[in-house]
């Protein structure tokens, strides 16, 4: 039996599993409102089978993986892929657990799409899978990891639940300065999950049309004798040159809307490896965010906030502020023992120093105090409510900074991820 080809079978259909639970779980909110007899017992109903559909997504999310680690030989956590798809697998884990507390099915309507975000997101990298670097052959790894990323999913539902608050609380008819302020803070919330979404359909996309331009780049460097020297290198786009590499010729371009070299030259302070590529992405990321936002707000004909606030009516705020609170506080220890203290134990084996002040290090330990202090001003200074739900949706971002914008913008000693 090939291991791999049973383990990408599975990940396909826990990717389609969770996006029809998704749709059951907006049946089940939304479509009380127009289905006939009892709404109370419509929502039951669907989010029952909404509930059962997503565990079935789970169950198949666990056989890609520990097929993959059987047919790999090695835990799957080695590159950018694997972490993601563990990220993606772990938020499901910690929202059943949630789940299985409160057992209200509104938060699926969520953290449900957030899974398929995220786990479309790995789709980007590479999957196929690559030996362990010496630094990664450790015990200790499959602890750090599995940990770490157990921890930051249950960040992911807090960030859920807190969102979740923010639609229910926030009042777009209020047209005080605070109201507004609230309004346009929402708002650019939503707006940035779509330039997420608009970067996965911009990968697909071109990926998928076949797109390719390659540049060669010249770059100088000066080594400690004082010696200038010069290398080239050449740097593969796969989406349409808005910024071509610094101090580059190019070599090949596919034509797109009469792009072909590349419309802008990336700023020579723009450091870092492919950072052209990168900022490129960026900007393409962008680009279909804003343009996907701009359909959907046509298609609303309102802010997208003040469209989602009726269909949570209902709900009682206090129970999305204590879910939200709740899943922190289980992560947080969680991630205290995966995300800092076994990766110390694993960069003492794997590097022979505890702490290095490595960006992915740094990052982490930002995270934590980040979630530290959150704590402290829920339990010492009594911030509930909206205060404690703007923490919650700051804090995830946090995490997925240090989860991707660390490993693709900024080199370290964690840039050994896969990053294609």
Do not use: C
């Not at 127009?34 to 669907?46: F, M």
């Not at 989602?308 to 991630?335: C, K, Q, W």
Request: net charge positive.
């Amino acid at each position: 039996m090939n291991w791999l080809d049973v383990s990408s079978s599975s990940f396909i259909v826990a990717f389609f599993l969770y996006v029809i639970a998704s749709i059951f779980y907006m049946v089940a909110i939304a479509g009380k409102k127009w289905g006939k007899g009892d709404p109370k017992a419509h929502e039951v109903r669907w989010s029952k089978i909404a509930f059962v559909t997503s565990t079935l997504g789970l169950a198949a999310h666990l056989v890609f993986f520990f097929t993959r680690w059987i047919g790999s030989g090695q835990i799957p956590t080695s590159n950018m892929y694997e972490f993601i798809t563990l990220l993606g697998m772990t938020i499901m884990i910690a929202y059943t657990i949630i789940h299985f507390i409160y057992k209200k099915p509104l938060l699926g309507m969520f953290a449900l799409p957030l899974t398929i975000i995220i786990i479309a997101y790995a789709s980007v990298f590479p999957q196929e899978v690559q030996p362990l670097i010496p630094a990664l052959q450790s015990h200790w790894l499959k602890i750090h990891v599995t940990m770490a990323a157990l921890g930051e999913a249950f960040f992911a539902v807090g960030f859920a639940a807190g969102l979740m608050y923010l639609l229910r609380t926030i009042d777009y008819t209020d047209k005080s300065k605070s109201g507004k302020r609230a309004q346009r803070w929402l708002e650019f919330t939503l707006i940035s999950i779509f330039v997420v979404i608009g970067f996965i359909v911009a990968s697909f996309g071109f990926k998928g049309a076949g797109y390719v331009a390659e540049f060669q780049q010249e770059t100088a460097s000066v080594s400690q004798a004082g010696e200038l020297s010069t290398s080239y290198e050449v740097v593969k786009y796969t989406m349409p040159p808005i910024f071509k590499p610094y101090n580059s010729e190019t070599l090949q371009v596919t034509p797109f809307l009469g792009m072909t070299d590349g419309l802008f030259e990336t700023p020579s302070w723009f450091n870092g490896v492919n950072s052209g590529r990168k900022l490129n992405t960026v900007i393409w990321s962008i680009i279909v965010g804003l343009l996907l936002y701009g359909i959907v707000r046509m298609i609303a004909r309102k802010p997208l906030g003040a469209k989602i606030n009726p269909m949570l009516e209902g709900i009682d705020p206090d129970d999305l502020d204590e879910i939200s609170y709740r899943a922190i506080v289980i992560g947080f220890p969680i991630f205290t023992l995966g995300g800092l203290i076994f990766a110390m134990i694993w960069a003492e084996i794997a590097w022979g120093r505890f702490w290095g002040w490595d960006p992915k290090e740094v990052w982490a330990l930002i995270t934590w105090l980040f979630y530290s202090a959150y704590l402290h001003f829920r339990l010492s200074r009594g911030w509930h409510g909206k205060p404690s739900a703007w923490l919650a949706v700051i804090g995830f971002v946090i995490v997925l900074f240090t989860l991707v914008g660390v490993n693709l913008l900024i080199a370290g000693m964690h840039s050994y991820a896969g990053v294609d």
